[in-house]
């Protein structure tokens, strides 16, 4: 349901902002705005494509583009639940956040349920002024997340950066089975522990462990929805013998039990 917030109460100016169920038809063809738009993908998968560069998107990430920059956004593996948002800046300076993707902060994360829950089920006049709000904290809180988390990096050019980067976590996802050291993940792509923790510090906002720890979770998330693996197998499946440590930290990221999530088909919103 779009919603809209009389400027001189906010920094930015929102023209349009809706969550929205798709199936995997979901597709845009190119085309561009006047006006800042953010993707944020609740579940599911989505690719958008700006000016040619892809760019994937999981669940609970999102993509800030810039006005007059051509995007063309479609359903990736899995039918996205996603939420857009169109706004004009009046005096908040998104720059550092636009045109990439972004993780969403574990604390921010009631505040974006929260403002999916009143774009579903709006409750009363108010409902913009909060929606807004809401909105406006979670661009100032990513913003804030991006900005907190990008020491200066020497050695190799920012493409080798994200090319290291990129061949660690695929190592990482081909291995998610067992357990893994921070050392093993180094030596798999030739470097020191310590030059490979500043990568990926600098860009995936995450110790290399943090950033293992969410590819398994990401993949428990996949085979509760998709499986009938029992949870404790699955468990096992994403490297994590211990049960119990695993319904923790599931618990902990993703808002509610494995057992809860699976029978929600992962549509858990708190």
């Known amino acids: 349901m779009p919603a809209t917030v009389p400027p001189d109460h906010l920094p930015i100016r929102i023209t349009s902002l809706y969550y929205k169920e798709a199936d995997r038809s979901y597709y845009f063809g190119p085309h561009a705005h006047s006006v800042h738009q953010w993707y944020v993908c609740l579940h599911g998968g989505m690719t958008i494509t700006l000016d040619g560069r892809r760019i994937d998107l999981g669940a609970e990430q999102s993509l800030l583009v810039k006005p007059g920059t051509m995007r063309e956004p479609r359903c990736h593996r899995k039918a996205p639940g996603y939420m857009v948002a169109m706004f004009t800046c009046v005096a908040l300076d998104v720059a550092p956040i636009a045109e990439r993707p972004l993780d969403l902060p574990h604390d921010l994360r009631d505040d974006l349920l929260a403002l999916v829950e009143e774009l579903r089920a709006p409750k009363g006049a108010e409902s913009s002024y909060l929606t807004g709000v809401l909105l406006t904290r979670l661009l100032i809180g990513h913003k804030r997340a991006a900005l907190a988390t990008k020491p200066q990096l020497s050695g190799l050019n920012a493409r080798g950066h994200q090319e290291v980067v990129g061949h660690a976590e695929a190592f990482m996802q081909r291995n998610l089975f067992r357990p893994l050291a ?3 993940i180094a030596r798999a792509v030739n470097l020191s522990e310590p030059h490979l923790a500043r990568l990926f510090k600098a860009l995936r906002g995450k110790t290399i462990l943090e950033r293992l720890t969410e ?56």
């Open 215 to 270: 590819m398994r979770i990401d993949q428990a998330k996949a085979l509760l929805r998709e499986s009938n693996l029992s949870v404790t197998r699955i468990s096992g499946e994403v490297g994590i013998s211990s049960f119990s440590h695993f319904a923790k930290i599931f618990r902990k990221a993703v808002g509610a039990a494995p057992s809860d999530y699976r029978r929600s088909g992962g549509r858990v919103y708190g």
């Open 182 to 184: 921070r050392g093993e």
